[in-house]
């Protein structure tokens, strides 16, 4: 696809991207450290004094005081703004005060010299939210991001939309007019993706990407290589929280309780008996591709006969397939969000009517096909172990930011973790969103903490040393 040639998206022309991404701090966050270290009076006029109160300030911040320690910085400073970037600890949670409201002070900072009346910028975060993909899962990833568009604060942050078609192909669109259509289409035959340009500086990214490319630490192993902050778990914690066969053999090895189950590929088709499967199993067996979610390819199986094409179903979709012992209980999700230290939220449980599974069709387009009971009507001693279940397995898949655990309770009271979705979906039927809002976190606070956490840990890997010495 040539540069620069025009494609049709919603029955608007738009022009795909070309060049490589460079990250760039917006000017707001390369001004947050100077008010971090106290470049400030009162009145706003700038200081030259020497930075010891930063510690306190430090300290006064980790107490939950977050004014005491704004009143702190306001007499200490640093002379080289650049040199107050070194000081990451403090400005994350400066930043974090600032966008959950916990601290309403107005900033100003001079960006003249010392005769001039100061300025006060207005500058949000860029934050580009990352839609479609190369996924069977594309249409949820659009429905998904139109949900953060609509709910993430405005006030504080400068939303830009970028979608990939099924082909590859990156746009950028400003507004929801790139949501319109269910697929992204572009006119032409070239499978050759493109990537963002030069000029469009983003502050953190928000994928929304659903899927294979999408989740499994493919974006994000591009994300890290052009260093900019993402939302949601690294590379390695999204490529085990996609792949579910990997996935179960660690949560099995930590001790966690799964369900049981086999993996295939279509080289064992033709040697598959399934009658030994179902002798080590039993019925029904649920078949899956191993990454995939959103219910995508998934059968329910309720004899030997229908395997084979359950099996032949799935391959659609992965080049392994999970086959899964069913299990009777009540069928329970837990949403966790954080970094080193996460926290969960409620329980909830899903209801299929009708004796249905939790299928691609219930979850998102019939919604009546199941009911959602947030919080869940269990027993307050159950709701407590499945969270901790929850943050065990978040910990041990090597998750950051956010996921959802999925689980089921038995009549026993016994928990079995049955996946992990490390981009969970935002629509407005998902659970994820729906946990949180019942765990007192609305739907616009929760994507300030994703994005702030993205900054939190995008600034504690930046402090990594790249060069080696031995001494």
């Given at each position: 696809m040539a540069a620069g040639q025009s494609v049709v998206i919603a029955?608007?022309?738009a022009t795909p991207l070309d060049g490589h991404h460079r990250f760039r701090r917006s000017k707001w966050l390369l001004h947050l450290p100077a008010l971090a270290v106290g470049l400030l009076h009162r009145d706003g006029r700038p200081q030259r004094k020497h930075p010891d109160r930063t510690e306190t300030a430090n300290a006064l911040l980790a107490a939950e005081q977050p004014e005491q320690?704004?009143?702190?910085?306001?007499?200490?400073?640093?002379?080289?703004?650049?040199?107050?970037?070194?000081?990451?600890?403090?400005?994350?949670?400066?930043?974090?005060?600032?966008?959950?409201?916990?601290i309403n002070f107005s900033i100003y900072l001079d960006t003249m010299n010392d005769n001039q009346e100061p300025?006060?910028?207005?500058?949000?975060?860029?934050?580009?939210?990352?839609?479609?993909?190369?996924?069977?899962?594309?249409?949820?990833?659009?429905?998904?991001?139109?949900?953060?568009?609509?709910?993430?604060?405005?006030?504080?942050?400068?939303?830009?939309?970028?979608?990939?078609?099924?082909?590859?192909?990156?746009?950028?669109?400003?507004?929801?007019?790139?949501?319109?259509?269910?697929?992204?289409?572009?006119?032409?035959?070239?499978?050759?993706?493109?990537?963002?340009?030069?000029?469009?500086?983003?502050?953190?990214?928000?994928?929304?990407?659903?899927?294979p490319l999408?989740?499994?630490?493919?974006?994000?192993?591009?994300l890290e290589l052009i260093n900019i902050p993402y939302v949601g778990s690294g590379v390695l914690g999204s490529a085990i929280g996609m792949d579910k066969d990997v996935m179960k053999r660690l949560l099995r090895d930590a001790d966690i309780a799964i369900t049981d189950f086999e993996v295939v590929t279509a080289a064992d088709l033709d040697s598959l008996q399934a009658d030994d499967v179902v002798?080590?199993?039993?019925?029904?067996?649920?078949?899956?591709?191993?990454?995939?979610?959103?219910?995508?390819?998934?059968?329910?199986?309720?004899?030997?006969?229908?395997?084979?094409?359950?099996?032949?179903?799935?391959?659609?979709?992965?080049?392994?397939?999970?086959?899964?012992?069913?299990?009777?209980?009540?069928e329970i999700e837990c949403a966790v969000l954080g970094n080193t230290n996460p926290r969960a939220s409620v329980i909830g449980r899903i209801i299929p009517k009708q004796g249905n599974f939790?299928?691609?069709?219930?979850?998102?387009?019939?919604?009546?096909?199941?009911?959602?009971?947030?919080p869940a009507n269990i027993p307050q001693e159950l709701a407590e172990r499945a969270q901790?279940?929850?943050?065990?397995?978040?910990?041990?898949?090597?998750?950051?930011?956010?996921?959802?655990?999925?689980?089921?309770?038995?009549?026993?009271?016994?928990?079995?973790?049955?996946?992990v979705n490390t981009i969970p979906g935002f629509t407005k039927i998902s659970m994820y969103p729906k946990l949180w809002e019942a765990s007192s976190l609305s739907y616009t606070e929760l994507i300030t903490q994703l994005i702030t956490l993205a900054l939190e840990r995008f600034e504690a890997r930046q402090k990594l040393q790249t060069n080696y010495q031995q001494t």
């Open positions: 029955g608007q022309t320690a704004v009143d702190e910085l306001h007499h200490g400073v640093f002379t080289s703004l650049q040199k107050n970037m070194t000081n990451g600890v403090l400005v994350n949670r400066l930043l974090y005060y600032i966008s959950t409201q916990k300025k006060s910028p207005q500058t949000k975060l860029r934050v580009g939210i990352l839609c479609g993909g190369k996924s069977a899962e594309h249409e949820i990833s659009l429905q998904s991001a139109k949900n953060v568009l609509q709910a993430i604060d405005k006030q504080r942050f400068e939303p830009v939309l970028i979608g990939i078609d099924k082909q590859g192909i990156w746009h950028i669109n400003h507004n929801e007019d790139l949501l319109d259509e269910a697929v992204l289409t572009s006119q032409t035959n070239d499978t050759r993706g493109t990537l963002l340009p030069n000029d469009q500086a983003l502050d953190v990214i928000f994928p929304v990407l659903h899927g999408g989740e499994d630490g493919a974006t994000q192993g591009y002798k080590k199993l039993g019925l029904p067996l649920f078949v899956k591709p191993a990454n995939m979610g959103s219910s995508v390819g998934v059968s329910k199986v309720d004899s030997a006969d229908a395997l084979k094409t359950a099996i032949q179903e799935a391959l659609h979709f992965d080049l392994k397939v999970l086959i899964e012992k069913a299990v009777v209980g009540d939790y299928s691609y069709k219930v979850k998102y387009i019939d919604e009546d096909g199941a009911a959602l009971e947030i901790a279940t929850a943050l065990h397995t978040f910990k041990v898949l090597a998750c950051e930011g956010m996921a959802r655990v999925d689980m089921f309770a038995r009549q026993d009271g016994t928990i079995l973790v049955n996946e």
